[in-house]
């Protein structure tokens, strides 16, 4: 069968399943199933594909259809510059949360180059935040950690692919509880949904991804609150927190780190949509 044909098909399925980017979402799936870079549909239009390959990727399509992420199908997602593994076990890496990397970045450059930085990356995750930071700054001593100890299998599966074994100390708990001694940064994409906020969420985010990774209690600022006043105990002086939050809570996060005592120079950075998307705070 011509990709072509197999590709309109797929995507017009999609498009009627009210899926949104389904040409883009087909075109993903059919590259994995074939083992190629979607610019091969468009150099050749007359590519065929394999019964196995067809039969496969059917399934991939029927997967889709149940709103199953795009990610988990393929089993890997682009974060930064690197490609990682994901599975239902984590968090989709999201563009988003990039901005962390950036303003990490930022402030370990106003820093004496030559000094090994200490960052701390809670609720790692697939390892998206720690690994990026790993792969930029050469003097990084990085700790990451989470809760499940099925993220941290995957995290650390990440970080053997990419050789980066001697830069990240994987582990296990919740918070600061694995924890000891000071750092530089403390970056972090914590839960930062609400209750309310969590039961509108898409199907295919609510029903697939963990629950533990984006629920934050009532009120969605439950785990940020006690991250910012422990925070401190871990920051060196002028050391800085980065915090990934949501879009509608800005003026909540700046209250708590007003109140709390522990910071200053305050400032938001807002994402490439304009909407706002990290806190990051200086230990006084």
Known sequence: MIVHDILHNAANSFE???IPSARLDAEVLLAFCLKCERLEFFKNTDMTISKRQ?????ALINRRLRWEPVAYL?????F???TLEVNKDVLIPRPDTEIIVEEALDVCSKTNSAEIKKILDVGTGSGAIAIALAREI????????DISAAALTLAKKNVRAL???????FRRGDLFEPVEGIFDVIACNPPYMSENEYKKLPAGVKDYEPAVAL???KNGTEFCEKLIYQAPGYLKKNGWLLLEIGAKQ???????????????SMKMRRDYSGLPRVMKARRK
């Open 215 to 217: 629920l934050s209690g």
């Open 250 to 264: 800005e003026k909540t996060v700046r209250r708590l780190m007003e109140e709390s005592g522990f910071y200053d």
């Open 16 to 18: 009627t399943a009210g």
């Open 138 to 145: 050469a003097l990084a001593r990085i700790v990451a950690t």
């Open 74 to 78: 393929t089993g890997r997602k682009d």
């Open 54 to 58: 067809l039969a496969q990727f059917r």
């Open 80 to 82: 930064w510059t690197m």
């Open 163 to 169: 050789k980066l074994e001697n830069v990240i100390d």
